[in-house]
T-cell receptor
Framework: QQQVKQSPQSLIVQKGGISIINCAYE??????FPWYQQFPGKGPALLIA?????SEKKEGRFTISFNKSAKQFSLHIMDSQPGDSATYFC????????????FGSGTQLTVLP | GAGVSQTPSNKVTEKGKYVELRCDPI?????LYWYRQSLGQGPEFLIY????????DSGLPNDRFFAVRPEGSVSTLKIQRTERGDSAVYLC?????????????FGQGTRLTVV
C-alpha cells in the first residue's frame, strides 16, 4: 500500500524558473513531513521539513506548502539552478513508537542552463 | 567519522550466497534504520533499532533478512540465500533520537547486485 503518492515522476525546468513537486498522503497519524534531495550514487539528504501545525515553511529558495485538510504538501524551488538537478523525495513519519519514514516514489528534476 | 558510513560501497554476489552489509552510524546516535531502494523508487523501510534492540522489524521482506546491532553502534544487515530480486541499494540512516523534528542522516548506501 503506497501511503505517500508523489508527482510528477520527472520535471524539466529552465534556469531561474520555479520547480513544483507535489505529494499526497493517506495516514492521518503522520506528523512530520521532510523532503530529501538525492544525487546519483549518494544517500538522500534532508532538504527541508514541516510539521502539520504550520501551513508553510521557507528556507532560502526552498518552500514547503502544507494543506492538512487535503492531506497534501508540496515543495517549491524558486530560482531553480542547474545544481538543483537531482531526485527529490517527499516522506512522512508517524507519531508514536513507529518512527520510520515512508517515502514517495521520487521526482527526477532537471534544470536546464 | 562525521557521517554515516556504509561498507562495502558495492557488492556483487552469486545467487544463493550469503552477504553482510555494514553500517557505522554517527557517533552517539541511538536510533539506526535500514532501508532498501530499488532502481527508480523511493527508499523502503526494513528495520529500526533503538540502542541494541530491534524496535521495529516489520519491513523485513522475509526470514532470509536479519540485522543486528550488538553494542548499540555498528549494525550489520545479513541476507541469506540471496536472490536476484534482492538487488538494490541498501541504505542506512541514524538519528540522535526519535523525538519531533529529529533528523535522520543517511549513508551513501551499499549497492548489492545478485547475479
Amino acid at each position: 500500500q503506497q501511503q505517500v503518492k508523489q508527482s510528477p515522476q520527472s520535471l524539466i525546468v529552465q534556469k531561474g524558473g520555479i520547480s513544483i513537486i507535489n505529494c499526497a498522503y493517506e495516514n492521518t497519524a503522520f506528523d512530520y513531513f521532510p523532503w530529501y534531495q538525492q544525487f546519483p550514487g549518494k544517500g538522500p539528504a534532508l532538504l527541508i521539513a514541516i510539521r502539520p501545525d504550520v501551513s508553510e515553511k521557507k528556507e532560502g529558495r526552498f518552500t514547503i506548502s502544507f494543506n492538512k485538510s487535503a492531506k497534501q504538501f508540496s515543495l517549491h524551488i524558486m530560482d531553480s539552478q542547474p545544481g538543483d538537478s537531482a531526485t527529490y523525495f517527499c516522506a512522512a513519519r508517524p507519531s508514536g513508537s513507529a518512527r520510520q519514514l515512508t517515502f514517495g516514489s521520487g521526482t527526477q528534476l532537471t534544470v536546464l542552463p | 567519522g562525521a557521517g554515516v558510513s556504509q561498507t562495502p560501497s558495492n557488492k556483487v554476489t552469486e545467487k544463493g550466497k550469503y552477504v553482510e552489509l555494514r553500517c557505522d552510524p554517527i557517533s552517539g546516535h541511538t536510533a539506526l534504520y535500514w532501508y532498501r531502494q530499488s532502481l527508480g523508487q523511493g527508499p523502503e523501510f526494513l528495520i529500526y533499532f533503538q540502542g541494541t534492540g530491534a524496535a521495529d522489524d516489520s519491513g523485513l521482506p522475509n526470514d532470509r533478512f536479519f540485522a543486528v546491532r550488538p553494542e548499540g553502534s555498528v549494525s550489520t544487515l545479513k541476507i541469506q540465500r540471496t536472490e536476484r530480486g534482492d538487488s538494490a541499494v541498501y541504505l542506512c540512516a541514524s538519528s540522535s533520537g526519535t523525538g519531533l523534528n529529529t533528523e535522520a542522516f543517511f549513508g551513501q548506501g551499499t549497492r548489492l547486485t545478485v547475479v
